[in-house]
């Protein structure tokens, strides 16, 4: 498959005032009203956690790379074991997906747990804290890794030109069954043509792939 070319229209991208204006506004205040109704699911899947595995922590804090570079801590639920980290780099020869990325069908570090809050995106509920504080938006590309950050090429680094979300175009036009490159493409793509109209269209997508899951593990 020929790669698609995508240039991200700067101009246009500076020029978004209202847009931004609006966007972080309503992440603000959707981030908040959702971790309060949602405060008993996360109080069940804490405890599920905690009782598989009670010497491991509940929450699993994760170096990224926002807007412009930026690095800043991701919170998720865990979800693997507590080495991951330290076993991943004997995982590395068996990606299943092609760039830099890493993903594997059955990760041997993922936790009984882990399996089912993974397929339902639930481990990424505590991104909502992020999105409270700025680092991250609602709806935006995938916070990458400092590992693969350091694979991009300069055009692969277009996607950090906005700030990465705790959901996107990749979460709910594919996810795993999509390489790299598809996932630059979608981004690129997001960051060219994103609206009020997309960012709701990719929520409402995004729980709609909450309850019937695409390609999540």
């Known amino acids: 498959m020929v790669k698609k070319i995508i240039h991200v229209d700067e101009q246009k991208l500076n020029h978004q005032y209202a847009y931004r204006f609006i966007k972080r506004l309503f992440d603000i205040c959707a981030s908040a009203v959702a971790l309060v109704l949602i405060s008993p699911i996360l109080l069940i899947i804490a405890i599920c956690i ?15 790379v926002g807007k412009d570079g930026k690095l800043f801590k991701m919170y998720k639920f865990r979800s693997m074991v507590t080495n991951a ?8 020869s068996q990606n299943e997906v092609n760039g830099a990325m890493f993903k594997m069908k059955n990760d041997p570090r993922i936790t009984r ?10 481990d990424e509920l505590p991104q909502l804290l992020n999105v409270v504080e700025g680092s991250m938006s609602i709806v935006g590309p995938r916070p990458p890794l400092t590992s693969e950050v350091e694979q991009y090429s300069d055009y692969d680094k277009q996607r950090l ?15 795993n069954d999509l390489d790299f490159d598809q996932m630059v493409e979608l981004d690129l793509t997001y960051i060219n043509e ?11 997508e995004t729980v709609k792939v909450m309850i019937k899951p695409n390609a999540a593990y």
């Open 113 to 122: 747990v882990g399996k089912i809050i993974r397929k339902y995106s639930l």
């Open 194 to 204: 994103r609206s009020l109209f997309l960012d709701l269209k990719i929520m409402f």
């Open 161 to 175: 030109m906005v700030r990465p979300g705790a959901t996107g175009m990749w979460q709910v036009g594919g996810r």
């Open 50 to 64: 905690k009782v598989d595995d009670p010497k491991g922590p509940v929450f699993y804090t994760q170096t990224r």
């Open 85 to 92: 980290d330290e076993l991943l780099a004997k995982l590395k």
